[in-house]
């Protein structure tokens, strides 16, 4: 098995690295070893290294992919390593959960790293500091009792937060399956039919005189495309089609709203209930783009309209954002 290859000007026998990667804890592409930080090449999982000595950071970079074009946000997340004085390298990572953790147990084994970007001390000591001004703004008026009522909204959705959690579940189910063209889902079945009749007709070839190792690479392909169409989530299945996503969303935005029904005033309607909706209507009233509860929600639309792949967000703004949007878009912004 071919060893992992150096990114940096500093390398490490082939016969250490190669072990170290075998006993490296994985984390999606990437892994963390005893010598040696791996990031992941074209399809290859850890294929590169670079030793701890030489890395100077390591740090998340959120960015967005054009999606469909209808100003959905499609998070892209990247780690990126760099070494040698300013080289950089990333890796795309599909889960947010499994970054975090490689961060968190790169901060135990190697503290000496840091996690932050290189320069962004500084723009985040001033972001900290506009929240921090925020937060001792005191609203009078009509604001001061819209920010109490989304205070109280906040507690009452706390006190069921599974409702919430449903909610925002729900609608990213029924944004992915409403933006799958049927086109895609026709070409996808093709493939997927063209797989399994590779498999098959391979199998019976073998009976019929077909070289071995053909059939093995004719197996090999079908089961590739069988895979790469079952895991794409295109097709649709019993748990996951327009109809039942539909469903799903409404049972949930009825839950919702029966929970809400409970407190007379609630100032949000029940699709867009999530406690970071009250703190962006919170914060738009403490900055002095509104002065109500109505013109703080529409504000906080035109914000989310606003937010497509073309803006860049800090970390804190692109969490709330990506956990909010898919609330107005199934919603059409109403």
Known sequence: MRGPKPLSTVTIDPEEIRADRRKSRRFD?????????YVGGWLTPRRFYVPYSQVTHVFKRVAVSKGSGKAFLTPILYLVVRYDDGKEKQCSFRYLNEADEMLTELERTHPEISLKKPGSEAADREKEERRRRLDSVVLEGEAARAARKLENAKEILNKRP???KELIARARIKRSCDLIRPGWQALAAVILAAGICCIVGSLAGLRAGLPKMTAIMLILIGAAAVLMMV????????????????RAWEKAL??????????PGFPLPACYCHPAVCDRMIRILKEERAADLDGALAVLKEDLKQMDHTVQLDRQDYDEVVRIKPLFLVSDYR
Not at 234 to 244: E, M, V
């Open 29 to 37: 592409q990437c892994g963390l070893g005893e010598k040696a930080i």
């Open 162 to 164: 599974a409702l919430y």
């Open 231 to 246: 895991n794409s989530r295109i097709l649709p299945t019993p748990g996951r089609n327009r109809r039942s996503a539909e």
């Open 254 to 263: 009825d839950n919702m709203q029966h929970h809400i029904n409970s407190y």
